[in-house]
């Protein structure tokens, strides 16, 4: 067990509806990262908060959404999905900017039909 | 071009071989490295952290980097079928935002 806690584990869904995807840090992790995984694109970075504030985005669609709580649990919302959204989602916590490198939950494999 | 490139393999070795697993890079401006290890699909998990050049060694596996060449490589000493994942490399220039490789798959034969 990493400490990073993701739920649900598998998430079965239809084209046009929305779920969201939930992950707790490491305990005392202040920052959290959520990662797209397929299998052509490999690990795309999506977005870092950090305390609650937003620190970094990458290339996250925008029919997706995330934000982190003040116990500092996140959450992230995927919409409008499209069979292409299917993939791994991987969060990973660290303690401030990454240094010490990252710890990752054991992901959200959501599968859009 | 891409920030991280990565061969996919797949590597296959025998036991007890040493593995050598590569990237390179576009930026010169990275300068934190980090490899992860990944089984079927579950989360990666990390291996080595580096910032900035040389070498780091944590039992069988050492980390190293050549920032001359923009050129990160893993090695591990006497392979186990254990070892057999998929191997990512994450380079990063802020250590916020780090940018994975495709990862290299490999395989090693009892």
């Known amino acids: 067990d990493s400490g990073v806690t993701q739920t649900p584990k598998h998430l079965i869904t239809a084209t046009g509806q929305r779920v969201t995807l939930r992950c707790s840090p490491r305990s005392g992790d202040l920052s959290v990262y959520w990662y797209q995984q397929s299998l052509d694109q490999g690990l795309q970075f999506l977005i870092q908060y950090y305390n609650g504030e937003e620190r970094a985005k990458g290339n996250i669609l925008e029919r997706f959404s995330a934000q982190q709580f003040p116990d500092l649990h996140s959450e992230l919302n995927l919409s409008s999905l499209e069979l292409g959204d299917s993939a791994l989602y991987f969060c990973a916590s660290s303690t401030s900017r990454g240094a010490g490198g990252y710890t990752f939950g054991s992901g959200t494999r959501l599968t859009v039909v | 071009q891409k920030e991280v490139e990565q061969d996919p393999g797949p590597l296959s070795v025998p036991e007890g071989a040493i593995v050598s697993l590569n990237c390179t890079y576009s930026?010169?401006?990275?300068?934190?490295f980090m490899w992860y290890r990944q089984y079927s699909r579950k989360g990666p998990e990390l291996l080595m952290y580096?910032?900035?050049?040389g070498n780091k060694e944590d039992g069988r596996f050492t980390a190293q980097v050549d920032k001359s060449s923009k050129y990160i490589s893993l090695f591990i000493r006497d392979s186990q079928p254990s070892d057999s994942a998929t191997y990512l490399c994450a380079i990063s220039n802020t250590g916020n935002q780090f940018y994975f490789g495709t990862g290299t798959s490999l395989t090693v034969i009892p």
């Open positions: 930026n010169s401006a990275f300068q934190y």
């Open positions: 580096t910032y900035s050049s």
